[in-house]
Structure formats: C-alpha cells, structure tokens
Nanobody, 125 residues
Framework: QLQPVESGGGLVQPGGSLRLSCVAS????????IGWYRQAPGKEREGVSCIPIEGQTYYAESVKGRFTISRDNAKNTVYLQMNNLKPDDTAVYYC???????????????????WGKGTLVTVSS
C-alpha cells in the first residue's frame, strides 16, 4: 500500500528547530501536491504547509516566517524545516500526498489521497 512515512519529530525546547522528512516509496513526490498537516490534542487537524505541483507554496499564518517546506527530488523527499518552535506547535504532524485537484494549496485536505501515520513534535521546556 502506498503510504508516506514521516520522520524527524521529537522533543525540543521553545525557540529550537526540527526538520521533518516525508518519503514515499512508489510515489514520485515531484508529481503530486505534498502537504504537512498537524493535530494537537483536543483540536482539529489543520493544514500547516503545502508544496503543490504548480503554484505557490502555502503556509498557515501561525507558521509563516518560521517554517519552510521544500522538495529534494533526487531523494524523493519533502522536508518541513521548523524554526523558532513554540509550545503551540506541539502536535502530531502528518505528511499527505494528493493530486493536482487537491485543496492543499489553501491548507485543505480535500484530494489528499495518501496519508502517513504521523510524527510527534513536542515543544516544551
């Protein structure tokens, strides 16, 4: 079954950095929209960032200027560099893969067909 796999989560102090990675065997990620989503305890899942096949990348307002999404096509990997982390960033982060019809470019999850199991990011002192 095609499924992206996330890695790179962990415990970090406020102000610290983490880099999440998303790989997917059998899915050429440069042919799909790739989104990062997160879900904090007791909250709904939200779109964090998206790198679409075409068009501009998307960032949620809460992470603009701190998070950066990027692709490494040679490694078939998408990264989410997270800097200046805050306690409110604590959540399970999911990588999702979707077709060009997806709503990833505005932070939506419609059309995101493949989801990873998530990686936990905890920001705490």
């Amino acid at each position: 079954q095609l499924q992206p796999v996330e890695s790179g989560g962990g415990l970090v102090q406020p102000g610290g950095s983490l880099r999440l990675s998303c790989v997917a065997s059998g899915l050429p990620l440069d042919s799909y929209d790739i989104g990062w989503y997160r879900q904090a305890p007791g909250k709904e899942r939200e779109g964090v960032s998206c790198i679409p096949i075409e068009g501009q990348t998307y960032y949620a307002e809460s992470v603009k200027g701190r998070f950066t999404i990027s692709r490494d096509n040679a490694k078939n990997t998408v990264y989410l560099q997270m800097n200046n982390l805050k306690p409110d960033d604590t959540a399970v982060y999911y990588c999702a893969v979707g077709s060009a019809r997806s709503m990833c470019f505005i932070g939506g999850s419609y059309g995101m067909d493949y989801w990873g199991k998530g990686t936990l990011v905890t920001v705490s002192s």
